[in-house]
């Protein structure tokens, strides 16, 4: 059982697209990270949400963390190729430094 | 921000055999993991290596299995034993700065692809 479900697992769309990748557990979590990863690379944060209802911009990207803090939602205004990889929502467990990851959104944005 | 190197990069290996895999941090921290993934999939995490004590297992990773290694804050292996077909995948080693903020930031190096035939 996954403890972190990301939807949906695959999303192929075209250049200048809008799209928006969810990530959902019926635990609280203290924070929820976001990671891209691209093949033979490790993943690398892209942003951290720590309170419920935040609301976080990183250029085209927003990220939204749930009023519970059970749920966030990462959303992709005007996608570009550079954008493809593979999404990850990460939260800790017990500490801030032990992260459970989602299962994960690969995203493939054609020119 | 710390750099995680990993070695090997890839490697492919028969059946039966061990690997043991090298993580070097260049810089001290407090925590570090082990995680496999399949490609394009999610990461899992195997264990978190104690500095000089045993490493703690998740749920299906064994220490006979896998054992971990951590001499130091820099430096941890893992160790791929008995492998199987089962065991391709990559690995991943993870460093954290044991910071108790949320926006504690983990660290991961450029993993490990292992092929089994």
């Known amino acids: 059982t996954q403890l972190l479900e990301q939807s949906p697992q695959f999303l192929s769309i075209q250049e200048g697209e809008n799209l928006t990748v969810y990530c959902n557990s019926s635990?609280?979590?203290?924070?929820l990270q976001w990671y891209r990863q691209e093949p033979g690379e490790g993943p690398v944060l892209l942003v951290t949400?720590?309170?419920?209802?935040e609301v976080k911009k990183l250029k085209r990207l927003t990220f939204q963390f749930g009023d519970a803090r059970k749920d966030s939602s990462l959303h992709i205004t005007a996608a570009q190729p550079g954008d493809t990889g593979l999404y990850l929502c990460?939260?800790?467990?017990?500490?801030?430094?032990?992260?459970?990851f989602g299962s994960g959104t690969k995203l493939n944005v054609k020119p | 921000s710390a750099v995680i190197s990993q070695k090997p990069s890839r490697d492919i290996c028969q059946r039966g055999t061990s690997l043991t895999i090298q993580c070097q941090v260049d810089s001290q921290v407090t925590m570090m993991f082990w995680y496999r993934q399949q490609p394009g999939q999610s990461l899992t995490l195997i264990a978190t290596?104690?500095?000089?004590?045993?490493?703690?297992?998740e749920s299906g990773f064994v220490i006979d299995k896998f054992p971990i290694s951590r001499p130091n804050l820099t430096f941890s292996t893992l160790t791929v034993s008995n492998m199987s077909p089962e065991d391709s995948s990559i690995y991943l080693c993870?460093?954290?700065?044991?910071?108790?903020?949320?926006?504690?930031?983990?660290?991961f190096g450029q993993g490990t692809r292992l092929t089994v035939v």
């Open positions: 635990s609280v979590f203290s924070s």
């Open positions: 290596a104690n500095q000089g004590s045993e490493a703690t297992y």
């Open positions: 993870s460093g954290g700065t044991g910071g108790r903020s949320p926006n504690t930031e983990a660290f």
């Open positions: 949400v720590v309170t419920g209802g």
């Open positions: 990460a939260g800790p467990l017990y500490n801030f430094n032990k992260f459970y």
